[in-house]
Each structure stands twice: as C-alpha cells, then as structure tokens.
C-alpha cells in the first residue's frame, strides 16, 4: 500500500460518522449491510449517509453491490489489511511486538 493510499484511507476515516459506517460494516462482515439498515442503526439521514459511503468508497474501504432495489455495502477486508499491515510494518523494528496484546487489552 503506497502512502497516497493510506493517506486518503485514514482521511476518510477521520470522521466519527465514517469511522461508524465502517466498523458497523467490518462488524457486519462480508455480507455487509443494506444502506437503509446502516442509517437505522447508526441514526444517520440517508443523504448524509450517502455522502459518507461515497467517500470510503473513493478512499477503498467499502465495496457496493446491488441486489434488486437494494444496495449493499461492505467493508473492504482486503484494505483494512494492507492500511493495518502499512501502519505496523516496521513495529518494534522487527523484534517482538506486544501491539496485539495491547489492542485486546484496550476493548
């Protein structure tokens, strides 16, 4: 993952509703969600909630599908992964790491 990429993947999640959609999307897994189901459950207009998912879209981090009337969205895992694997590549220069220890610890 280049660093354009993580940038703009970062940016799109540093907003509180952005940040929802995508953890309410990672919680869904890879079936995702209905984007009536996501303004539901996180109480956001549907204007709103499409300008958000427009912009993790455009960042990579959700992926749409239709399915009749419905648009589902999903998170993209494969991003999620590379945007994780790109922030903890170089951790603890190499040696052992606790981060995981640490990030279970933290829930």
Same mark, same amino acid.
């Given at each position: ?23 309410? @999307? *990672?919680? !869904?897994?890879?079936? =995702? ?5 996501? /303004?539901?459950?996180?109480?956001? %207009? ?14 990579? @981090? *959700?992926? !749409?599908?239709?399915? =009749? ?5 999903? /998170?993209?895992?494969?991003?999620? %992964? ?26």
């Amino acid at each position: 993952m280049n660093s354009n990429t993580v940038v703009r993947a970062l940016g799109a999640l540093a907003h509180e509703s952005r940040l929802a959609i995508f953890r309410a @999307l *990672v919680v !869904a897994g890879p079936e =995702g969600l209905a984007a009536g189901d996501i /303004a539901q459950q996180l109480g956001v %207009s549907p204007s709103s909630l499409s300008f958000h998912l427009k912009d993790l879209s455009h960042a990579g @981090l *959700v992926d !749409a599908r239709q399915d =009749g009337r419905f648009i589902f969205y999903s /998170a993209n895992f494969g991003a999620m %992964s590379g945007l994780i694997g790109f922030l903890t590549e170089n951790c603890c220069e190499g040696g052992t790491c606790s981060a995981s220890t640490v990030s279970k610890r933290s829930r």
